[in-house]
T-cell receptor, first 107, second 113 residues
Framework: KNEVEQSPQNLTAQEGEFITINCSYSVGISALHWLQQHPGGGIVSLFMLSSGKKKHGRLIATINIQEKHSSLHITASHPRDSAVYICAVPGAQKLVFGQGTRLTINP | EPEVTQTPSHQVTQMGQEVILRCVPISNHLYFYWYRQILGQKVEFLVSFYNNEISEKSEIFDDQFSVERPDGSNFTLKIRSTKLEDSAMYFC???????????FGSGTRLTVV
């Protein structure tokens, strides 16, 4: 059974700061998902990555398969980035979710 | 961009009542899932569905839960006799390639009173 741990659980930063959220998992995987959950509750898929790095706008996701670790970075953070960020890994016929990182960006 | 649609967005029901949560997956997807998130907790897997049958279910998915694909487009989750602890956000997801390509619906917030 794959255990997924995220850190930090809560993160508050000022607008413009560089943000890093970490995710570790216990069992080797083929790909990892980064998801965003806004206060209304809906989940949006940000990235799925299996190696290296992916970039989408100000969001960058990296993964180290050997270390079983992934990071999500946000450059030039903005208040609209405030949300819960969740990593999830495949487990047989399902995704196994981390507990999420609540990010608050203050103006 | 194709979406997974869930209805209703919010449902309030009395304890002991049956509820049906509805989902319209992306049309060419083959794998369908239900997850739930109790307030303040992590998202938990309920059930996966492929080729018109359940492919995996969690311990949460007991006899009070059932899933159905009644026609070519809908995917439903039925809770037969709701309990207070069933109050949660329920997410439907679909995938064309199994766990490596997911799209989530916006969720149904179920409140059992």
């Amino acid at each position: 059974k794959n255990e997924v741990e995220q850190s930090p659980q809560n993160l508050t930063a000022q607008e413009g700061e560089f943000i890093t959220i970490n995710c570790s998992y216990s069992v080797g995987i083929s790909a990892l998902h980064w998801l965003q959950q806004h206060p209304g509750g809906g989940i949006v898929s940000l990235f799925m990555l299996s190696s290296g790095k992916k970039k989408h706008g100000r969001l960058i996701a990296t993964i180290n398969i050997q270390e079983k670790h992934s990071s999500l970075h946000i450059t030039a953070s903005h208040p609209r980035d405030s949300a819960v960020y969740i990593c999830a890994v495949p487990g047989a016929q399902k995704l196994v979710f981390g507990q999420g990182t609540r990010l608050t960006i203050n103006p | 961009e194709p979406e997974v649609t869930q209805t209703p967005s919010h449902q309030v029901t009395q304890m002991g009542q049956e509820v049906i949560l509805r989902c319209v997956p992306i049309s060419n997807h083959l794998y369908f899932y239900w997850y739930r998130q109790i307030l303040g907790q992590k998202v938990e897997f309920l059930v996966s569905f492929y080729n018109n049958e359940i492919s995996e279910k969690s311990e949460i998915f007991d006899d009070q839960f059932s899933v159905e694909r009644p026609d070519g487009s809908n995917f439903t989750l039925k809770i037969r006799s709701t309990k207070l602890e069933d109050s949660a956000m329920y997410f439907c997801a679909s995938s064309g390639t199994g766990v490596n390509g997911y799209t989530f619906g916006s969720g149904t917030r179920l409140t059992v009173v």
